[in-house]
């Protein structure tokens, strides 16, 4: 088991490069995560949802993702709840409060989720949350500690030097856990790091001194890893360094969901991507406004409109620019918003942005699928959808896509606006490459996205197995936790 000294440490990435390293070595290789937090989520082939990173580490390791991989996701829909989606499935919301009061509760699913995977698998890669040593939450713990101890698994620690402090945070770490927990941390790393390796090497002399663990290696700042999709929402920037041709902007919703829909448009060479912040304006010069996805529509309907950016999409339009909304940003570009159910927050409804002529009622099942479609030329697209609710009305007899045979989303103003639910269509090169020459005419792109996260992957698997000690982790891995060492 990966676990961190903190959030944004590098777990994720770094299990997703040991995916890659571990099965490139013809081992059978698959990747868990007990709990994960994030509205950034992918459909898996068995018809459930996971983290993204969770799926990008299976495609690390060469298989398709499904809902044991990530057996308890929580998807923020307000500052103090979030929906709980278990082995795949939405099975309620909840404040903080009350789901630590449920997670003893989930355990056993957890457990059964992994130790499916575990009886098909030479190796199991599990990925903590957040911190190993919050001793606030360790009494209900299923994502670090309390799920290693569960499965009797040993442990990695990882450490993030960028962020500063890195010393104190793996021997602090030590200091706070019982001893228990100590004896079952076996090797630490220290990530992200930049400069001359060996001038650090007295720090790591004095870690493993004073905590017993060892040193599985200093692992330098991997430049490429922004060429992955991202899961969490801390990862995303407003602004863009690259002066480019093909402007897009992006208004950063409060609840922003599926963002990584938006990165192969940000690997095009000749696209400048800028995510907006609160109540910075949509830029004058842009060609393209893209509303995203969101859990929770209503109220991040609410949101847009405090920041002016319903205003600024108005005079976007006068001046020829064009809109795209994705699944909730779709829902917000028609007249009307329903949630009579209360299923994303308060019941209520909201007049949208009225510029499709389609109405949404959130509520009934979750549809959650991967889906083939095509634009108007025929085009082919390999997407999924992630939505609650049904969107209707006059404005889909003249839709963007065409899905199994019938009409997708909304077109209006000639295409100048346009809707659909569905994730994941810019990961398309050919439509993509069609939709940017719709902005540009006569632009050229040889950007072939599927095959330049493989080739990224494969460069991460690559820098793993120069600086890390992995002979010393598959031994680790090989010898179990074996109750922390204590039979």
């Known amino acids: 088991m990966i676990q961190g000294t903190g959030s944004d440490v590098g777990k994720s990435l770094l299990v997703a490069g040991l995916c890659r390293a571990f099965t490139r070595r013809s081992l059978r290789v698959l990747p868990f995560k007990p709990q994960n937090m994030s509205n950034n989520a992918a459909v898996t082939a068995d018809g459930g949802e996971i983290g993204r990173a969770q799926a ?31 082995q795949g499935k939405v099975l309620t919301a909840a404040t903080a409060k009350d789901y630590h009061a449920l997670k003893p509760s989930l355990l056993p699913r957890v ?53 500063g402090g890195v010393i104190a945070s793996i021997v602090g770490t030590h200091a706070l856990l019982p001893e228990a927990e100590r004896r079952r941390i076996r090797a630490y790393v220290i990530n992200k790091f930049r400069g001359d390796p060996s001038l650090f090497l007295p720090a790591c002399a004095t870690m493993s001194e004073r905590t017993g663990w060892a040193c599985a290696g200093v692992l330098p700042w991997f430049e490429a890893a922004g060429a992955l999709p991202a899961e969490d929402g801390a990862s995303l920037r407003s602004g863009s360094n690259r002066d480019g041709a093909i402007r897009i902007a992006i208004p950063r919703l409060s609840r922003i969901a599926n963002f990584d829909d938006f990165d192969p448009l940000a690997a095009e060479e000749d696209v400048s991507l800028t995510m907006l912040g609160p109540g910075q304006p949509i830029p004058g010069d842009c060609h393209l406004v893209i509303l995203p996805g969101s859990k929770s529509t209503l109220a991040d309907l609410a949101f847009l409109r405090a920041q002016g950016w319903d205003i600024d999409l108005q005079a976007h339009l006068r001046r020829g620019g064009r809109v795209l909304g994705i699944c909730a940003g779709y829902q917000m570009l028609g007249r009307m918003v329903r949630d009579p159910q209360g299923i994303e927050g308060p019941p209520g409804e909201a007049p949208g942005l009225g510029l499709l002529d389609v109405e949404t009622v959130i509520g009934g099942s979750k549809t959650l699928c991967r889906v083939d479609a095509a634009d108007e030329t025929g085009t082919a697209i390999t997407a999924y959808e992630m939505h609650m609710g049904q ?97």
């Not at 896509?401 to 295409?415: F, I, S, V, Y």
């Not at 940017?436 to 820098?463: C, F, I, K, M």
């Open 56 to 86: 990008l580490q299976a495609r690390a390791c060469g298989v398709e993702p499904r809902a044991d991989m990530n057996p308890v996701l929580l998807k923020p829909q307000s500052e103090t709840g979030s929906q709980v989606v278990v």
């Open 391 to 487: 969107t209707t009305g006059p404005g889909t007899g003249m839709p963007l896509l065409h899905l199994d045979g019938r009409p997708e989303g909304a077109t209006a103003r000639g295409g100048q606006v346009a809707g659909c639910y569905l994730h994941g269509l810019f990961t398309a090169d050919g439509f993509r490459r069609r939709f940017l020459d719709s902005l540009r005419p006569g632009r050229t792109s040889s950007l072939a996205y599927q095959a330049q996260v493989e080739t990224v992957l494969d460069a991460l698997a690559e820098h793993c197995e120069r600086h890390l000690d992995m002979p010393g982790l598959w031994r680790i891995a090989r010898e179990g936790g074996m109750q922390a060492r204590t039979s």
């Open 111 to 163: 457990l059964e989720s992994y130790r499916r995977l575990a009886a098909e698998a030479d190796l199991v890669l599990v990925e903590g949350a957040g911190s190993a040593a919050e001793v606030n939450l360790r009494a209900a713990d299923i994502a670090n500690m309390g799920f290693a101890e569960a499965a009797d698994l040993p442990v990695m620690l990882v450490g993030d030097i960028d962020r």
